[in-house]
Nanobody, 122 residues
Framework: VQLQASGGGLVQPGGSLRLSCAASGFTLDRFAIGWFRQVPGKEREGVSC????????VYASSVKGRFTISRDNAKNTVYLQMKSLKPEDTAVYYCATDYTRRCPTRDSVDYWGEGTLVTVSS
């Protein structure tokens, strides 16, 4: 039972990437899913969250207007479309859930997958 993030890579400033979060071992359609990111030496921070049915989304102020979270429950997958990327978006990105309908927090998540590295650099 896990969520696995993928789709990271090296991109130039101003570029775009789409991250995917695939669930295995369970269906995620009953749960809110969150994206988080972490830079070495800093605390993991919440980036975005989407409700179980996709009707409600939340974004950190630092990414609002540039990132879009979405989900395809039929594919058991959540996405994070990132545009106008900045060097300060460089981080390891994680998706997570606390198996509730509430947006997960850093403290409510019990298990963190490996994450996917996003590097924004020229």
């Amino acid at each position: 039972v896990q969520l696995q993030a993928s789709g990271g890579g090296l991109v130039q400033p101003g570029g775009s990437l789409r991250l995917s979060c695939a669930a295995s071992g369970f269906t995620l359609d009953r749960f809110a899913i969150g994206w988080f990111r972490q830079v070495p030496g800093k605390e993991r921070e919440g980036v975005s969250c989407i409700s179980s049915n996709g009707d409600s989304t939340v974004y950190a102020s630092s990414v609002k207007g540039r990132f879009t979270i979405s989900r395809d429950n039929a594919k058991n997958t959540v996405y994070l479309q990132m545009k106008s990327l900045k060097p300060e978006d460089t981080a390891v990105y994680y998706c997570a859930t606390d198996y509730t309908r509430r947006c997960p927090t850093r403290d409510s998540v019990d298990y963190w997958g490996e994450g996917t590295l996003v590097t924004v650099s020229s």
